[in-house]
Each structure stands twice: as C-alpha cells, then as structure tokens.
Nanobody, 123 residues
Framework: QVQLVESGGGLVQAGGSLRLSCAASGRTFSSNAMAWFRQAPGKEREFVATISWAGSSIYYADSVKGRFTISRDNAKNTVYLQMNILKPEDTAVYYC????????????????WGQGTQVTVSS
C-alpha cells in the first residue's frame, strides 16, 4: 500500500503561481511512477503530468506544457507540481497518484490516489 497526501492548493489570481506537494508513505516510494491529475466540476478527470521513478521520463498535458513542472525528491518521498502562469481554466481538484511501472497519462493505470487538493484561479 502507498498512502498519498497532497498539500499546497488554494486560491490564486490568474497569472500567479502555486506549488503542490504530495507526501508518500508505505511501500517504497522511489519505485513508483507518480502523476498529477485534475478534475473540475462537471468535467472528466484530466491528466496533468507524470514522472518516472528516477525522474528521467517526464510527460505533460499540452494544456500545461511550459507552465507546470513536475519533480520528485525520493529522499523525502515527495513529488511536486510547480504551477506558474495559472489560468482560470486550471481551477480543479488536483490528485496525486502512484503506480508500479512506467509513467502513464491514463488514470486507470494508477493504483494509489490521494484525497485531492483544491486549486482555484480567479480571473
């Protein structure tokens, strides 16, 4: 089992920045690919970014490429999502997820989910 706890969400004006953190515990964190997904009210769950266990493979959704950066610190069992130049359409609940294996943009591939953290971007 892997337990994931997100933090860092909040209310920010358009153009601002936030950094989300996801603290992992349980099974060996460093062997898991990690990702961030988001879901806005009335919309489907959406892939945001994913990173391999070593950090050597990183993928982003087109909608966040160039604005968001995913990273991880295996010594601290933590994955981060730095979000810059935020837009109102980034408003959503952001979920941290983990899986054993390669990174994937498909939320079905992930075994472990955090409880989510709300990000609200005002215009």
């Amino acid at each position: 089992q892997v337990q994931l706890v997100e933090s860092g969400g909040g209310l920010v004006q358009a153009g601002g920045s936030l950094r989300l953190s996801c603290a992992a515990s349980g099974r060996t964190f460093s062997s898991n690919a990690m990702a961030w997904f988001r879901q806005a009210p009335g919309k489907e769950r959406e892939f945001v970014a994913t990173i391999s266990w070593a950090g050597s493979s990183i993928y982003y959704a087109d909608s966040v490429k160039g604005r968001f950066t995913i990273s991880r610190d295996n010594a601290k069992n933590t994955v981060y999502l730095q979000m810059n130049i935020l837009k109102p359409e980034d408003t959503a609940v952001y979920y941290c997820v983990a899986r054993s294996g390669a990174p994937s943009p498909d939320w079905h591939a992930y075994d472990y989910w955090g409880q989510g953290t709300q990000v609200t971007v005002s215009s």
